[in-house]
């Protein structure tokens, strides 16, 4: 129960308590005016403190979003970016590499191979490609640098760990074998002979099949393995008749030796033509000739390209939890068991130094766009197109043709061949354009994404507006009601103050 004060003074304290507040009604105002905010607090809100509350926080999440979805974007510029330069960069070495390129030079490199070394250093800088500390092909280790440098790729750490070149040179001697790609060329009276090693490896030349188009000569092949041929001159083959021997190479293509049977005394290349003798004994003799002479011309040339595409796509397809196989060696021109990892980590370069997981290499690096959706931004530079034209573009770095070796161009063909292929990206191999597509519809989600959250939280923002702020015409109509009242009151008060019991009779 409240009692209120009659006596003298009750008045001017009542009056004085209104006074003050007033003022401090009139100072939010003020505030308001200023800050354009309604209260200072949530609790000043009153009844709409919940809804003002539950947009802040829906406004929040928005931004979150947002926030996730620019820097992404940002990186998935970068990446496009880089990816579609490494395309361009292939096409271009692609085209470079066509046949009948070859032109000596005093380095022993063309001009397709010095412009193909200049393309896989950039390569690597655009896999390195670094923003804000995380580096963008490295999959979910963003803190670790994705790629060895160019010189220690292809020359090693110079602390024990072998290089590309290194692993090209094994896997050279290890397919060359003696100088005919693992095979021995024999025979004695009209038969020529050719066989596999007795132990089964996968170095070298493999038979794959023999025909002849004389009615003299007859072949036998059994396929093994080991495999072996054996060609008959039963009766003597006219000129222009032929004897072709086919092979199997290491890097899973194809060659053929065709050998043409030319008159007695004419002069020809023992390499792809044998001289029909006196009787089916010479002429077997020089089929035999002629035999070692193509075998070792195609082990100098076809062969010795063939080498270096299992070794450098060994080599790239080396990884921190796998590194790349090798011969087993030295000796490895004798080499019989397969190439291994085993104890490479030790002794070789590992290329890719990032995050060799099994997953998809979209899904290393995500950002949440919506409360169900989360949109991969990732990328690994491991990645099969990568390791398929880094291959390449190593390949063409690394070789040599000297002006003075006769099979120069023959071997730089049987290269270039190779690398037109295979920077063609046919088949099954995942090429330039799959990467471009996957993180152009990632950069389509987050656009979309970003749009949608921008109209949302444009709409909340406008309905927060009307909740916690306030308009200058509203503040101002209030303060001016305000200053009314206050000066009526201060002039009633002060008029109340003056009065007496002698003026008030």
Do not use: C
Not at 202 to 228: C, E, Q
């Amino acid at each position: 129960m409240t009692i209120n004060a009659y006596g003298t003074g009750a008045y001017r304290a009542a009056r004085t308590t209104d006074f003050v507040s007033q003022r401090a009604q009139f100072d939010d105002l003020q505030r308001q005016l200023a800050t354009k905010e309604r209260s200072t607090s949530y609790g000043g809100l009153g009844a709409d403190r919940t809804v003002s509350l539950d947009l802040n926080a829906k406004i929040t999440t928005l931004d979150s979003w947002l926030d996730g979805i620019q820097l992404s974007n940002t990186n998935l510029k970068l990446m496009s970016n880089a990816v579609s330069n490494f395309a361009t960069m292939t096409s271009e070495s692609r085209n470079d590499m066509r046949s009948n390129t070859y032109l000596a030079s005093s380095t022993g490199q063309t001009a397709p191979q010095v412009l193909a070394q200049e393309k896989f250093k950039q390569t690597l800088d655009l896999l390195n490609t670094n923003v804000n500390g995380r580096y963008l092909f490295s999959g979910k280790t963003s803190d670790v640098e994705p790629v060895a440098g160019f010189d220690e790729i292809m020359n090693g750490d110079g602390a024990g760990k072998a290089g590309l070149k290194q692993l090209i040179d094994e896997r050279r001697q290890a397919d060359l074998g003696s100088g005919l790609g693992r095979l021995t060329a024999g025979g004695a009276g009209t038969t020529a002979t050719i066989s596999e090693e007795a132990t089964v490896h996968p170095y070298g030349f493999k038979l794959a099949s023999a025909a002849t188009s004389s009615a003299g000569i007859t072949t036998t092949l059994n396929a093994g393995p080991p495999a072996d041929l054996s060609i008959n001159v039963a009766a003597q083959p006219a000129a222009g008749e032929t004897v072709t021997i086919g092979l199997n190479l290491p890097d899973g293509t194809t060659t053929t030796i065709k050998l043409t049977a030319r008159a007695t005394g004419s002069q020809g290349s023992d390499t792809n033509s044998f001289e029909i003798g006196a009787d089916t004994n010479a002429t077997a003799a020089n089929l035999r000739t002629a035999i070692s002479a193509a075998l070792g011309q195609e082990a100098k040339t076809t062969l010795s390209a063939a080498s270096s595409q299992v070794a450098a796509q060994d080599f790239f397809a080396g990884s921190p939890s796998n590194p790349p196989k090798r011969v087993p060696g030295p000796p490895f021109d004798t080499a019989t068991a397969p190439p291994t990892n085993a104890g490479a980590a030790a002794t070789t370069v590992i290329w890719y130094r990032g995050d060799d997981g099994s997953d998809p290499a979209r899904g290393t690096s995500t950002v949440q766009v919506d409360q169900g959706q989360i949109v991969g931004t990732g990328a690994r530079a491991n990645e099969q197109t990568f390791q398929v034209g880094l291959a390449q573009f190593a390949i063409m770095a690394a070789e040599t043709f000297p002006a003075d070796d006769p099979n120069s161009q023959p071997r730089y063909e049987a290269m270039a061949a190779r690398v037109s292929d295979k920077l063609g990206f046919g088949g099954t191999t995942q090429k330039p354009a799959e990467i471009i597509t996957e993180l152009g519809s990632a950069q389509t989600a987050l656009d979309r994404a970003k749009d949608r959250h921008q109209s949302t939280k444009d709409y909340l923002t406008t309905t927060l507006s009307g909740v916690q702020n306030v308009t200058t015409e509203e503040v101002a109509t209030q303060i001016l009601a305000l200053q009314t009242q206050l000066q009526a009151s201060y002039q009633v008060t002060s008029m109340l103050s003056k009065l007496t019991l002698t003026n008030y009779l």
